[in-house]
């Protein structure tokens, strides 16, 4: 019987063991994850049901938290050197019976170095990882369902046929235990005549996004006094990722795809958090500016993914092409209503107690660019994922200077300010006459107008940061 098995150390990451028990159990049954404390019975030989229980499964998640390497025992020694260390002797056999193991990071720790492991762990400093942090589990706990469903379909398969759905044939149990993200990516394969069941799936996570966001839930009256603002603009922009969570994975899957059949799809479904009822007149300020960080972190998801699906006249279309309407009417362009200084204030984003202390105009994109690679997960790889951020500020940049003096920037400008010729040559490239976003009607078709925003755009970078 496949299954999965939960490694971890006491005191090290117990949270989130606890949670990945909770969230595997109740998706694939509690009998197809092994989790010693609950797994093992009272009087029952636990060093011969944890082997046991390990050589049954398909998957062993070793959660490791900031403890994990330096733990050490009433002696000073360090446990992961002891041979009967239980967390060691537990990944080493995963590894001797063929198991996959799957580094689970907890909190943000760095990913793991061979040089601080023993010989007989070294290698699981190779082996792809997740992260988890208790402030995004939210996002974190699906997309390892997601991930374990898609590398282990028995998982799937055996709980439906262990638990027969009254009144409906086999097949639909098996439906309601598949991962969301599978039967997404199935539906995005499917003929044209199947693109409904996409646009379904992505209209009801967003309106499942969009009842979260209720004046009950993030308030909009009252005041704070400076000290106590950081803190709670904090809390309420990781309230918006979480609720935002699943709906960001859905549209970073559905645009790396390539399928032009839903570019509509996306441009509605910006439109419909730029438009959801807007604060009350007693408002203040930095919770109306806020109000739209659900909005850019969707707009951030489509243009990440279309520069990496090579869609940048999507990104044109999405940035210069769909508007806002303003209190007095004025359509406002995306490109203009979602600067990120209209959405945090620089100096609000620096100060945040976890995620500031970089420089205030760099603040937003760092931390957006830390929200999104979770996002982005497994849909382009890390180092192709930090390309394509990194080009769609920089091509929403030039297309913010074309249009008027003013650039957001972000990180990217610090690279492009010490003269990086590899961001300049990898923008340069798409940027062409005959390039797609050219020929989508950016920069009035010239490549003269390009060159222009390329010395605003440096001219930009070096009063800032030089």
């Known amino acids: 019987m496949p299954g999965v098995f939960v490694n971890y150390r006491t005191g090290d990451g117990e949270w989130a063991a606890a949670l990945v028990k909770r969230e595997l159990g109740a998706r694939f049954g509690s009998d197809q994850v092994f989790y010693a404390s609950q797994s093992i019975r009272l009087g029952e030989d636990f060093s011969r049901e944890i082997l046991s229980g390990l050589r049954r499964c398909e998957v062993l998640l070793a959660l490791i938290g900031p ?10 020694v360090r446990r992961l050197d002891k041979p009967d260390d239980w967390v060691r002797r537990e990944i080493n056999e995963a590894f001797q019976c063929g198991l996959r193991v799957i580094p689970v990071l907890i909190d943000g720790i760095d990913p793991l170095n061979e040089a601080d492991l023993p010989d007989s762990l070294r290698r699981l400093a190779r082996c792809q990882y997740l992260r988890m942090h208790h402030r995004s589990d939210d996002l974190d706990l699906p997309r390892l369902v997601d991930e374990l469903v898609e590398l282990v379909p028995e998982l799937v398969t055996t709980r439906a046929a262990a638990v027969p759905v009254a009144g409906r044939a086999h097949h639909a149990a098996e439906g309601e235990l598949r991962s969301t993200i599978t039967e997404f990516r199935q539906a995005l394969s499917e003929p044209a ?23 009950a839930r993030y308030p909009t009256t009252g005041h704070l006094d400076d000290s106590d603002l950081p803190a709670a603009l904090e809390e309420r922009l990781t309230r918006y990722e979480q609720d935002l969570a699943p709906l960001l994975r859905l549209v970073a899957i559905g645009v790396r795809s390539e399928d032009r059949r839903h570019d509509d799809l996306w441009i509605t479904l910006v439109d419909r958090f730029l438009h959801r009822a807007r604060p009350q007149r007693d408002a203040q300020e930095v919770w109306v500016a806020a109000a739209a960080y659900p909005a850019l972190l969707l707009v951030y998801a489509i243009g990440v993914a279309g520069v990496a699906a090579g869609r940048e006249d ?16 004025r359509p406002t362009p995306v490109l203009r209503a979602m600067a990120l200084r209209n959405v945090v204030d620089p100096r ?78 990898r923008n340069a490239a798409r940027l062409d006459r005959d390039s797609v976003l050219l020929r989508a009607g950016a920069f009035d078709g010239n490549p003269d107008q390009v060159a222009a925003a390329w010395r605003e755009l440096r001219q930009a970078t070096r009063a800032r940061y030089s």
């Open 348 to 425: 609000h984003a620096a100060a945040l107690p976890v995620w500031g202390g970089t420089p205030p105009h760099q603040a937003l994109s760092v931390h957006l660019r830390q929200v999104l690679s979770r996002v982005f997960f497994n849909i382009v790889d890390g180092g192709a994922f930090e390309w394509s951020f990194e080009d769609y500020e920089c091509l929403r940049s030039l297309l913010e200077l074309h249009d008027a003096p003013f650039s957001s920037l972000g990180e990217f400008a610090v690279r492009l300010d010490q003269d990086d010729a590899v961001l300049f040559q």
């Open 67 to 76: 403890r994990w390497v330096t733990a050490t025992d009433r002696e000073g």
């Open 193 to 215: 005549g199947q693109a409904t069941a996409v646009h379904d799936r992505v209209h009801v996570a967003a309106t499942s996004a969009l009842d979260a966001l209720t004046d």
């Open 314 to 329: 999507l990104v044109h279309r999405l940035l210069c092409r769909t508007a806002v309407a303003e209190p007095g009417g």
